[in-house]
T-cell receptor, first 115, second 110 residues
Framework: DTEVTQTPKHLVMGMTNKKSLKCEQH?????MYWYKQKAKKPPELMFV???????INESVPSRFSPECPNSSLLNLHLHALQPEDSALYLC??????????????FGSGTRLTVV | QKEVEQDPGPLSVPEGAIVSLNCTYS??????FMWYRQYSRKGPELLMY????GNKEDGRFTAQVDKSSKYISLFIRDSQPSDSATYLC??????????FGAGTILRVKS
């Protein structure tokens, strides 16, 4: 089992719905990430939180709204999504980049379908 | 030119073969190098993490980084059908985002 837990595993939502994706890690990592992955493509970075502060937003549309309530939790709020937003949404966490025990740990993802 | 180049495959090998997966990159500032394994419809699983140049071994897996050639490799010994997956190389520099290769699809035939 992965040490980054994402819920729900699957989500189907209409274009007018509001939903949230949740991510939790208890490894003491201080950086957390949201990625989007389309079929047969590598993950694409959406947001980075470092020490609970948003440090990178890769020009993601405002219909995606991240939130980091504390060092262990990361949410992604979804509103008025489009069918092309259907994808696997991955959460990841990491130590500070210069740690010898580095590497990003990914969750299993939420498979989102927008209808 | 992409920052990280990786042959998407698919690479098909018989069970027990030695598998070699490779990536090249153009940004000499990259310092952290990773290999991930991803099964269909699952999240990427970290296999190997290397800081700067050198080799690292973990069981059947060996990662090599050659910064002078801007080339990284992952070797899988005694490959098994359960190794069939997509393998993603990834790299970053201090304080910066992870850059992924396109991923190589590996199929190990029993």
């Amino acid at each position: 089992d992965t040490e980054v837990t994402q819920t729900p595993k699957h989500l189907v939502m209409g274009m007018t719905n509001k939903k949230s994706l949740k991510c939790e890690q208890h490894m003491g990592h201080r950086a957390m990430y949201w990625y989007k992955q389309k079929a047969k493509k590598p993950p694409e970075l959406m947001f980075v939180y470092s020490y609970e502060k948003l440090s990178i937003n890769e020009s993601v549309p405002s219909r995606f709204s991240p939130e980091c309530p504390n060092s262990s939790l990361l949410n992604l709020h979804l509103h008025a999504l489009q069918p092309e937003d259907s994808a696997l949404y991955l959460c990841a966490s990491s130590q500070p980049p210069d740690s010898p025990e580095g590497g990003y740990t990914f969750g299993s993802g939420t498979r989102l379908t927008v209808v | 030119q992409k920052e990280v180049e990786q042959d998407p495959g698919p690479l098909s090998v018989p069970e027990g073969a030695i598998v070699s997966l490779n990536c090249t990159y153009s940004n000499s500032a990259f310092q952290y190098f990773m290999w991930y394994r991803q099964y269909s419809r699952k999240g990427p699983e970290l296999l190997m993490y290397t800081y700067s140049s050198g080799n690292k071994e973990d069981g059947r897996f060996t990662a090599q980084v050659d910064k002078s050639s801007k080339y990284i490799s992952l070797f899988i010994r005694d490959s098994q059908p359960s190794d069939s997956a997509t393998y993603l190389c990834a790299m970053s520099r201090y304080g910066n985002k992870l850059v992924f290769g396109a991923g190589t699809i590996l199929r190990v035939k029993s």
